[in-house]
């Protein structure tokens, strides 16, 4: 009989202070690319209490108000209550931007430079960068991370519909599921934390999200007697968001991505225009696992790829199907060659990369998303029956 374990995710909602600054710095990536699509973006941001900072490096021709964007993306959030600290009408802004090095352009630029081997647009850094898709939901995302994603898209809705109007912008999930091997086959524990108006009973914030929320999203036949429900464990959540706590563009790496079940790289996403690999490659990463997993070649894929900056060719490519695949995994690895070009201006290619399509990534995970498959392109699993083919 497999080991029984339970494994547990998180995710957060748009209105967790690091969610703040993955939103605003998606969206002036977003408004670069509107205008410029060869803009070149690496927007950090960084809030606490009412003070915005934007900073980083972009070069683009286009010709927006950065403060413009930073109020909008906050008010869209739902930072407008009168009694929260940060407000999207009077946040202080500060404004940190410079154009990007030019040593590191001409590694990034499709023209022969002195020291550069190519005339290829190389990667715009060294990394390594993973992808993961494993057969436990439709989306071939794991379940933990897929239900917390799903808890909070569904407190954010219940918030913006007005149907609960004692719900606030911040808050967390968390699901642990026990498994049996490989498979998953009970919900154990589901934590939410939210923000909450003032006057809210603890004991209605609970029941209502139980039933509301929990019993709404989570498989009823994945629910049993021994099922915990920790809501609100502090028993208060009135101060939240950047009043609470300061936020960081890219310190939800996990949550981003396959919610520590699938290993990271370490790069984040938000902010970054796709000639930065840490992006562009991990959503590589994550087409090329899905439809290795979607072909039935494996019911669990993990890919690794490695970039020198300015260098167009990865340095290596790796395939892990922990012992899951029905054939070799070194003919997977020769039919995912066959089928796929991972040189950074093949993989902006591929997956229509320069449209700005972010804003609709930043929030409740980057993949597993199959709301838009005409712009999350890595998503789709169009590319199965061509692995297949080369897989004898």
């Known amino acids: 009989m497999a080991r029984r374990n339970i494994f547990s995710s998180e995710s957060v909602a748009e ?7 993955d939103t605003i710095s998606d969206q002036i990536l977003d408004a670069c690319l509107t205008q410029d699509s060869k803009s070149r973006v690496a ?62 352009a001409q590694g990034v630029d499709a023209k022969a430079a002195e020291g550069k081997e190519t005339d290829e647009q190389g990667a715009g850094d060294q990394g390594l960068m993973f992808g993961f898709a494993v057969r436990e939901t439709p989306e071939l995302m794991p379940a933990p991370i897929q239900l917390s994603h799903r808890l909070g898209r569904e407190l954010t809705r219940l918030r913006k519909s007005g149907e609960l109007p004692w719900l606030r912008p911040d808050a967390k999930t968390q699901v642990s599921i ?14 939410i934390s939210t923000q909450h108006a003032a006057d809210v009973k603890h004991r209605e914030i609970r029941e209502t999200l139980i039933e509301r929320v929990i019993k709404g999203v989570i498989p009823l036949d994945w629910i049993d007697s021994s099922t915990r429900y920790l809501i609100n464990p502090t028993g ?29 790289g370490g790069g984040a996403f ?37 970039y020198a900056i300015g260098y167009p060719d990865p340095v290596s490519i790796s395939v892990n199907t922990f012992e899951t695949s029905t054939v070799d995994e070194e003919k997977i690895e020769q039919a995912i060659r066959e089928v796929f070009n991972f040189k950074p201006a093949a993989i902006i290619q591929q997956l229509e990369l320069l449209r700005p399509i972010y804003k609709k990534t930043t929030n409740y995970g980057h993949f597993g998303r199959e709301d838009d498959l005409e712009a999350l ?16």
């Not at 009412?50 to 008010?75: H, K, P, Q, W």
């Not at 996990?254 to 699938?262: A, L, Q």
């Not at 970054?272 to 019911?299: C, E, I, Q």
Request: with cysteine; net charge neutral; hydrophobic share 35%.
């Open 236 to 264: 208060r959540f009135v101060i939240g968001g950047p009043e609470g706590d300061s936020g960081l563009t890219g310190r939800k790496i996990i949550v981003d991505t396959y919610g520590g079940m699938g290993r990271h």
């Open 178 to 191: 026990e498994y049996e091997g490989y498979r998953p086959i009970r919900v154990d524990t589901v934590v």
């Open 377 to 392: 392109r890595w998503e789709r699993t169009d590319k199965a029956d061509a692995l297949k083919q080369f897989v004898p």
């Open 43 to 104: 927007c950090e941001t960084l809030v606490k209490g009412n003070l915005v900072v934007i900073a980083g490096e972009i070069t683009t021709n286009a010709r927006f108000d950065y403060l413009d964007e930073v109020r909008s993306a906050i008010r869209e959030i739902g930072y407008v209550y009168e009694d929260s600290q940060f407000h999207a009408d009077t946040c202080v802004i500060v404004q940190a931007l410079s154009r990007q090095s030019r040593d590191i």
């Open 15 to 21: 209105g967790h202070p690091d969610k703040v600054c």
């Open 270 to 306: 938000s902010g970054k225009d796709p000639s930065k690999v840490d992006r562009s490659a991990a959503y590589m990463g994550r087409y090329v696992a899905k439809n290795v997993v979607a072909a039935g070649l494996a019911d669990r894929c993990e890919v690794q790829f490695a």
